[in-house]
């Protein structure tokens, strides 16, 4: 059970690097969703939204540029880097989706996913809290 509770942490710091990884390169809407309630594909999706296509692809680039520089991780599988419009990077445990603003507003993962744990949520109610 402790084990279990290493690896989501490590997950979970893992979500939080690459969040702001993104936000350093004005990545739009950034949202850490997680899934591990829902489904076993990973503990946590980061969402967001690139402003153009060299932006998405900017984005991913510099997430994969930073996490396997700063934490010697590489992703597994990466998906629609041709296209620039919707890009996923898997990381095992924690799933990036970058999307075209089109892209994300069609798919709406957020309300696919709307029964997971936001820690956007979190960190707003967090702030407010002591605040």
């Known amino acids: 059970m402790e084990q279990q509770e290493n690896l989501k942490n490590k997950s979970l710091q893992l979500a939080r690097q690459i969040e702001a990884v993104l936000d350093s390169k004005n990545g739009q809407d950034i949202e850490v969703l997680g899934v591990d309630a829902k489904t076993t594909l990973a503990d946590y999706f980061v969402i967001v939204t690139g402003t153009s296509t060299i932006h998405v692809k900017t984005l991913a680039d510099e997430v994969v540029f930073q996490i396997?520089?700063?934490?010697?991780?590489?992703?597994?599988?990466?998906?629609?880097i041709e296209g620039r419009r919707w890009i996923l990077l898997d990381y095992g445990d924690v799933v990036v989706h970058i999307f075209h603003q089109e892209e994300r507003s069609y798919y709406d993962?957020?309300?696919?996913?709307?029964?997971?744990d936001s820690l956007r949520d979190h960190k707003t109610a967090k702030g407010k809290a002591t605040g």
């Open 68 to 80: 396997k520089e700063n934490l010697g991780i590489s992703p597994g599988h990466i998906e629609g």
């Open 109 to 116: 993962l957020e309300r696919l996913w709307a029964a997971t």
